[in-house]
């Protein structure tokens, strides 16, 4: 195994089990790695891409005091993993129900960044057979689709939804007809 492929596990694991900003990151992962700014960049930079991490919001204690702020430090930016599997996303679809406002905008923030990712697989994949114009306003459609269903329909739905947004084989055909289906049924 590479220095590389080790030094984007070890961060992975890390940011998996705290969201953590770039400067606390970096101190982590110095415990166990020598590693330098420019690398942890790189790394952070293509799970970006890659989809596997997002940004959960900053971290101002990184200008010690400062009141007048007139730039952005990277070392603020607070990053967390992107969670694919079905489990975890359905956890994220029943906190949608909550009660705690912050614990509801949490869980839609990350769902959106789940599925914008999953629409931009499907625009980019040959059968692209999906009306796709503005993802907010489709995944608004199905979440509302599936809250006004009975009970027994409502969780089928909330498993076919989370298993859709997975990286489970045939994943991205079961969004597709998903979607196509709620928009079938809002005509």
Do not use: C
Request: hydrophobic residues 35%.
């Amino acid at each position: 195994m590479s220095k590389n492929h080790q030094l984007k596990e070890l961060t992975l694991k890390i940011i998996g089990e705290n969201e953590l900003s770039r400067k606390k990151l970096l101190e982590e992962i110095r415990k166990q790695s020598n590693i330098s700014d420019k690398t942890l960049n790189e790394i952070l930079m293509s799970f970006l891409k890659e989809g596997r991490i997002y940004i959960t919001g900053y971290d101002f204690d990184v200008y010690d005091g400062i009141k007048r702020i007139q730039s952005i430090k990277a070392d603020g930016i607070i990053f967390g993993v992107i969670k694919t599997d079905p489990l975890d996303i359905n956890i994220l679809i029943n906190q949608l129900e909550s009660d705690d406002p912050a614990e509801v905008k949490d869980a839609s923030h990350k769902l959106k960044i789940i599925f914008k990712g999953k629409m931009d697989e499907i625009k980019n994949s040959k059968s692209a057979d999906v009306n796709i114009k503005n993802t907010t306003l489709i995944f608004n459609k199905i979440i509302y689709y599936i809250n006004i269903q009975p009970q027994d329909q409502k969780t089928v739905l909330k498993n076919k939804l989370a298993w859709s947004l997975s990286n489970e084989k045939g994943s991205t055909n079961l969004l597709k007809n998903l979607i196509n289906y709620i928009e079938s049924q809002s005509e």
